[in-house]
């Protein structure tokens, strides 16, 4: 049966409604259709769409109102038409026609109609194209295109699947035909990585009299790298020689190693200032903007011209500005006369360098101290641990054979004055042989052992030590032996008075002298904790991380 008698039959059952042309069909132009693709043995659905936007009752009541739509299928090889029914593997579902499944042998083009007894609406055309499945798990007439820039953050949404909104939540994803992705409407990345793209397929399944069909999409995420960041190549810090009523073209030129790049903007300043166009004649002025494609990049060209250098334009800087929507850079010139080159701008930046230099090097040699000390207070160094020694000074103190009265005052020093600073608040430990040896046993041996298990060899010196005898002489020697021979602890020579003839002390003293390995006790100020005596003293020994103990006696003495 011709489509056209059909339609004529139909319409000439028709009954008079509101519209004055109840008995024409309202047909969509010949251009508007769809194409819905499906893959053989899957479930496929059609949507009747109408071109005209009301009639009597609204689009959404159409049914309501007691309205049907019929579907055709033009047969090609006869120009007639096929009714589909809502039975076997068709179902009409409203404005729907559900394939379960689709076959090879539907594939055609499809159209509706709309009657409601008044109307009679013709839908637009649309074509079912079913692809056998072969081997591959996506098919090529099936996959969809999507291009997105590596670090983007991009959604995918899965492609002609509007039909079936009402079930996009139980889309099933899977990466590549293997890896299961996701269960949802769709997939998104905050940041793409290269290894991202691929082949995204979205899985749908219903059920239909018992049997599950799928309806199945594919799409091929193609990355590419963001598009490039351009670089201002010249000027960036030049010095020109020029001659003085020359004219000169000086190109500012900025460049992308893609077409794909931010647009930008160049342009020259003098003074803070925009540098006029070209328009009028001017001494100075910058000429249009020039594009060259090359190599697959983009050059950007501003030239400055210069039609006439004077003499006010010589060691003026002209910058040239680079700006895109997320960045800025800029590059200048400084025009210099012909063999008149900024030689006393070299020499005072070269002068002011050493000046620099030099006040550094004074700074760090005064403060050596403090800012040894600073250092070890903030990276909270150690050289105490685990190299198996006990003490970290032993304290010698060198006792002439005067009077007990004459040496009351060094031996308050060494025995209660440098515990209480040392020890009490800065952590150290010292060995003192009055005071930590106990007695009994040789005495030469128990002065080698304990020498052996300190760090450093603290020598308390004063005058009287060169004129008298003096009564430590063993203790000094195996110290010095320890310290010169040895060299497994490193000494520090205390000038409790000054030293009249430093020349009359035996060499070996003589050489530790020489060594600047030597603090001088200045008298009753110095017992401040943070005066230069004991941060000069606090050099020499060990650097050593410690909790420092409070003792509020000995606070109250200081």
């Not at 251009?31 to 009639?55: D, K, N, P, Q």
């Not at 190109?251 to 893609?258: E, G, H, K, P, Q």
């Not at 600073?374 to 198996?388: A, H, I, M, N, P």
Request: contains cysteine; proline residues 3%; aromatic residues 10%.
């Amino acid at each position: 049966m011709s489509w056209i008698f059909l339609l004529t039959f139909a319409i000439s059952e028709m009954v008079n409604g509101c519209s004055t042309k109840a008995n024409q069909i309202v047909r969509c132009p010949p251009g508007v259709m769809t194409t819905v693709y499906a893959l053989e043995g899957e479930h496929a659905r059609l949507r009747c769409r109408l071109c005209i936007s009301s009639t009597c009752h609204a689009m959404n009541d159409l049914q309501a109102h007691g309205s049907a739509i019929t579907w055709f299928k033009e047969l090609h090889e006869n120009g007639s038409i096929e009714l589909i029914g809502g039975a076997g593997r068709f179902t009409v579902e409203g404005f729907l026609l559900g394939f379960w499944p689709a076959t090879l042998n539907d594939t055609g083009r499809y159209f509706c109609l709309f009657s409601n007894g008044t109307h009679n609406i013709m839908g637009e055309n649309v074509t079912l194209n079913v692809t056998p499945i072969n081997e591959s798990c996506y098919t090529e007439e099936l996959t969809y295109e999507r291009d997105a820039d590596i670090g983007t953050s991009i959604e995918l949404h899965c492609p002609q699947i509007e039909e079936y909104k009402n079930n996009k939540e139980d889309l099933t994803w899977y990466k590549d035909c293997q890896e299961y992705i996701y269960t949802g409407s769709s997939l998104l990345f905050n940041k793409l990585k290269k290894e991202n793209a691929g082949h995204y397929t979205c899985t749908l399944t219903l059920e239909h009299s018992g049997v599950q069909y799928n309806t199945t999409r594919t799409l091929a995420l193609t990355l590419k790298e963001p598009p490039a960041k351009p670089n201002l190549i010249y000027p960036l810090e030049e010095r020109i020689e020029v001659v003085l009523g020359e004219n000169r073209t000086i190109n500012c030129t900025a460049f992308a190693n893609s077409t794909r790049s931010l647009p930008i903007q160049l342009n020259w300043y003098f003074n803070n200032s925009h540098v006029a166009t070209c328009i009028r004649a001017k001494s100075v002025c910058k000429d249009f903007r020039r594009t060259d494609i090359k190599n697959n990049g983009r050059y950007t060209i501003r030239p400055l011209v210069f039609t006439q250098i004077k003499e006010e334009h010589l060691n003026q800087i002209f910058n040239c500005v680079l700006t895109t929507s997320n960045h800025a850079v800029s590059g200048y010139i400084i025009l210099q006369e012909k063999g008149k080159s900024n030689v006393h701008g070299v020499v005072t930046l070269l002068t002011s360098t050493i000046v620099v230099l030099v006040f550094v090097a004074i700074v760090c040699l005064y403060f050596h101290v403090q800012i040894v000390l600073c250092f070890r207070d903030v990276t909270g160094r150690d050289d105490t641990l685990e190299d198996g020694k006990e003490y970290d000074a032993y304290v010698l103190l060198l006792e002439s054979k005067k009077t007990l009265l004459d040496i009351k005052e060094e031996q308050q020093f060494a025995l209660e004055l440098l515990p209480a600073i040392l020890e009490k608040q800065f952590g150290y430990r010292l060995c003192i042989f009055e005071r930590d040896v106990p007695p009994g046993g040789s005495s030469a041996d128990n002065i080698l052992a304990y020498i052996k298990k300190c760090r450093r060899l603290i020598i308390i010196l004063c005058e009287e030590y060169l004129d008298n005898q003096c009564s430590s002489t063993y203790e000094l020697m195996t110290g010095l032996y320890q310290v010169l021979v040895e060299r497994k602890i490193k000494p520090i020579l205390i000038e409790f008075k000054p030293l009249s003839s430093p020349k009359l002390l035996p060499e070996s003293l003589q050489l530790v002298l020489k060594s600047r390995r030597v603090v001088k006790w200045k008298g009753n100020e110095t017992i401040l904790k943070n005066s230069y005596f004991w941060k000069k003293l606090r050099y020499l020994m060990p650097a050593k991380r410690v909790q420092r103990a409070k003792h509020s006696q000995h606070n109250a003495v200081l």
